[in-house]
């Protein structure tokens, strides 16, 4: 297994297949107990999640019957955001891979009324949870759990941060839908609310490491601090683009990837209007038709209809925001096996 | 070459706080910033006054060099929180003096965001209360409130506060945000001869503000703590201070813990205008940076390049911890290297005019938790000259300067209440015993403070603390002594 990133060189087969062995003798193809981000997967993981993830699709698509890898074993989504999609592709994954799952939902105020977080984790770690699913509204929330955590922890969306499950279904979805099956050289676009996404920065990592041509486009006030990370690059390598200039972003681009925008923004001063984000910033036909010839067209959802993008572009041909959702439980079934695996849970293989 | 010989003269067992002692001290490292002099010297002191010092010359200097065991006088903190009243469970006189003492210091100031605030004079008169009755021989010096409550609506009784005896006023983390009653506390604590200490930040600019603004807050998703929130109350201040000292030439305005390259360029052409204004700067904001945040464990001089830029902790490979560590949750937060270059040349050059430890312990229901859920403050002061005699290691600083910046600096940032015994023969020996060359962990068991969590935990530090004697009585002493 190559990267497809900079600076690595070609190498003969035979090399490769040492370089394997190598690899194997030194380290488990997954040796991840935990999915926190994308930051730490070489492309070799991030390869293996998306291989792992076709061969779970033929069981999403009824071709095959489920898999007992997770039988018996409590996978808790624990979400102190509200949150369905995500809570119930992950229920989906755990269930086609006979997992016992346990869904808690915790609001802001029972947060206020005082169990810490880790309380909240010993108590459902002594209630059978061996994977834990975890959707917080605090930057790096699950790294305080994956260090008492004695089994797996995944991260379904920390804050700002991190949702490496949907920048994972975002990369698998675009391979599959890119003509030539690769993103080396392919101009991708993370269009709207940079600043306060977690999807855009798992994206980063994991769209620079698929060799991308990655740019950032948004308004100003959205794309703060993102200039400097650029310049820097991800991992401190892998350089994309900022712009606030719609046009530059999206012509000639081969996929884009429209961000949610909240009316909070509006409140704390960073938007004058939802109205004004959508006339300079929203993914209409006319912005689209600047791009290449069937750029295909991505949002994690859920989406502002209107706003960060015009209906008949979320519905047309070229959208695969409906894919994206099937894609993630393929994805999310990946992600269990092999954190279980790594944990030493399963009871089977990745099947 | 060096020795140390203790004998106690009252009764108490060896190691317990509080008691007299006779010493001598042969062929140790003396640094004396209030002579300016330092060399090889022997110091003789009977039932705790210091009866002789002697710099040594000739033969007798051989082999004493700076990398031994040093002599200095006992350090002052401008910036400490000793949770005492109502912060029991974070920390206590008790625990808090005798942390400090552990570090080196015989003099803390105590910041007022006590509950209740120290913002009336029987509050004053509690927290010397609670002071005394710790047994500890370290002076507290508390500074009170500049407005009532800490609420930043009316002035505290600066006066009665002044009367009780407070070195400063100061209501740190909740800085007054209104310009014109922070002018009306800087000309009355003027009047009243008192210093105002501000922590500078400009609240509107850092709400729920996590990391400083920087490629690790962008990359973590931590919201961004602009270095321009305190650059902009930094320059407020010092207008303020220009306008405030026509009227009343005795203003005096401290900022302190100043983290940023901006804030330390302000202060520096202020006082190049001639205006009293002085500031200090943490060890965490020099030694450490932002990338610790990150899971990088170098010191801020190892990540910067050859032109002074940040060097990026991913490119450079050396992130070898967990990332969110709450223990470096801290307010300034910790900067960019370049700022935390600032911060060191700043003290060098004397634009910083001390080293303040803003020692600020918690409790662990309160740091181990979500890092934007825990509660700002590293628990410091017992690390602070180990992190600095790093920097001296490392070249960057010399010893003469780390002890100035520990003692002379921050007295005359006080100014005349405030008159140590220190090193003057006939009085009562305020001093630090250090072993330069003697490393010591950084954990749980060496740890005084009662302060959960600690960025340098499991890490050691050089310098381990001997013997501190603040007025004349044992502060600390190691166990290796008795």
């Not at chain 1, 798992?202 to 006030?221: E, F, I, K, R, Y």
């Not at chain 1, 070229?318 to 030493?344: C, D, I, K, P, Y």
């Not at chain 2, 609670?130 to 930043?152: C, F, M």
Request: hydrophobic share 45%; with cysteine.
């Amino acid at each position: 297994v190559t990267s497809p990133g900079a600076g690595t060189r070609a190498r003969s087969g035979e090399d490769q297949a040492e370089a394997a062995d190598a690899v194997s003798r030194a380290e488990p193809a997954w040796p991840h107990r935990h999915l926190l981000d994308t930051d730490v997967l070489s492309w070799a993981q991030i390869e293996l999640v998306l291989d792992t993830a076709r061969h779970m699709a033929g069981i999403v698509a009824g071709e095959r019957p489920r898999s007992t890898a997770l039988h018996g074993i409590g996978v808790t989504n624990l979400f102190y955001e509200a949150s369905t999609r995500t809570r119930v592709s992950f229920e989906v994954a755990a269930k086609h891979l006979s997992a016992d799952v346990v869904n808690v939902a915790v609001s802001g105020s029972s947060i206020e009324k005082g169990e810490s977080l880790l309380d909240t984790m010993r108590t459902l770690e002594a209630l059978g949870a061996r994977i834990l699913v975890m959707r917080h509204a605090t930057s790096g929330a699950p790294y305080l759990v994956a260090r008492e955590f004695r089994f797996a922890v995944v991260n379904a969306g920390d804050g700002w941060h991190a949702h490496p499950t949907q920048a994972l279904l975002d990369l698998y979805t675009l391979l599959r839908h890119i003509p030539g099956a690769s993103l080396r050289g392919r101009k991708v676009v993370i269009l709207g609310d940079v600043l306060h996404s977690r999807v855009a920065r798992s994206n980063l990592w994991t769209l620079t490491a698929a060799g991308a041509d990655v740019w950032v486009c948004g308004p100003s006030t959205l794309l703060r601090g993102f200039e400097a990370w650029a310049a820097a690059g991800v991992g401190g390598e892998r350089r994309f683009t900022v712009t606030t200039d719609v046009r530059a972003a999206l012509v000639d681009a081969d996929a884009v990837m429209a961000l949610r925008i909240q009316k909070e923004r509006m409140a704390s001063g960073l938007l004058p209007s939802l109205g004004e984000y959508a006339a300079r910033f929203g993914l209409t036909r006319e912005r689209l038709a600047m791009a290449a010839p069937g750029c295909l067209v991505l949002h994690p959802g859920p989406m502002n209809e209107g706003v960060e993008i015009a209906p008949d572009v979320a519905a047309g041909p070229a959208s695969l925001v409906t894919a994206q959702v099937g894609n993630g439980v393929a994805v999310r079934m990946a992600v269990l096996a092999l954190v279980a695996s790594a944990a030493g849970l399963s009871t089977g293989g990745p099947t | 070459v060096s020795s140390l010989a203790v004998t106690d003269v009252r009764s108490g067992a060896a190691g317990d706080v509080g008691r007299v002692i006779d010493l001598e001290l042969s062929a140790a490292w003396l640094v004396d910033p209030v002579a300016g002099r330092s060399g090889p010297a022997d110091l003789v002191i009977r039932e705790g006054i210091l009866e002789s010092v002697t710099w040594l010359e000739g033969d007798e200097a051989a082999g004493v060099d700076e990398h031994g065991v040093i002599v200095a006088p006992g350090f002052l903190d401008l910036h400490a929180h000793l949770r005492e009243p109502g912060g029991t469970s974070a920390e206590s006189m008790s625990t808090g003096l005798a942390g400090a003492a552990h570090g080196g210091f015989t003099a803390v100031c105590a910041m007022p965001n006590t509950t209740p605030p120290i913002d009336r004079g029987s509050t004053v008169g509690a927290a010397m209360a609670a002071a005394e009755e710790s047994g500890s021989p370290v002076r507290l010096l508390q500074i009170g409130a500049v407005t009532a409550g800490r609420a930043g609506e009316q002035l505290a009784p600066l006066g009665e506060l002044a009367d009780a005896g407070v070195v400063g006023f100061s209501d740190d983390g909740s800085p007054v945000q209104d310009a014109a009653l922070f002018r009306n506390a800087l000309s009355y604590a003027a009047m009243l001869g008192l210093p105002v200490i501000d922590h500078p930040e400009d609240l509107r600019l850092t709400v729920g503000a996590e990391a400083s603004e920087g490629v690790v807050a962008t990359a973590l998703g931590l919201r961004g703590w602009p270095a321009a929130a305190e650059a902009e109350a930094v320059a407020r201040d010092i207008a303020l201070l220009a306008e405030v000292v026509r009227d009343v030439p005795g203003a005096r305005l401290h900022l302190t813990h100043l983290s940023t390259a901006a804030s330390l360029a302000h202060v520096r052409a202020a006082r190049a205008g001639g205006l009293p204004v002085t500031c200090d700067v943490t060890p965490h904001h020099l030694a450490l940076t932002d990338e610790w945040l990150a899971g990088a464990r170098r010191w801020a001089w190892e990540a910067v390049d050859a032109n002074g830029e940040s060097r990026d902790p991913w490119r450079d490979g050396v992130l070898a911890a967990a990332p969110y560590d709450t223990s470096l949750r801290v307010n300034p937060p910790l900067r960019s290297a370049t700022d935390a270059r600032a911060c060191l040349e700043a003290l060098v050059d004397g634009t910083a005019d001390a080293v303040a430890t803003d020692h600020a312990p918690h409790t662990e229901v309160d740091k181990s938790v979500e890092f934007g859920a825990a509660r700002p403050g590293i628990a410091g002061i017992e690390t602070a000259l180990g992190l600095l005699l790093e920097a001296v290691d490392a070249g960057l600083l010399t010893l003469d300067r780390v002890v100035a910046a520990l003692t002379v600096g921050p007295a005359n940032v006080l100014g005349e209440r405030v008159s140590p015994g220190w090193l003057a023969v006939g009085q009562p020996a305020d001093l630090v015993v250090f072993d330069r060359g003697s490393r010591w962990t950084v954990d749980s068991d060496s740890l005084l403070t009662k302060g959960f969590g600690h960025p340098l935990g499991g890490r050691s530090l050089p310098g381990e603390v001997i013997l501190t004697l603040a007025s004349g009585r044992v502060a600390y002493e190691a166990a290796s002594t008795e």
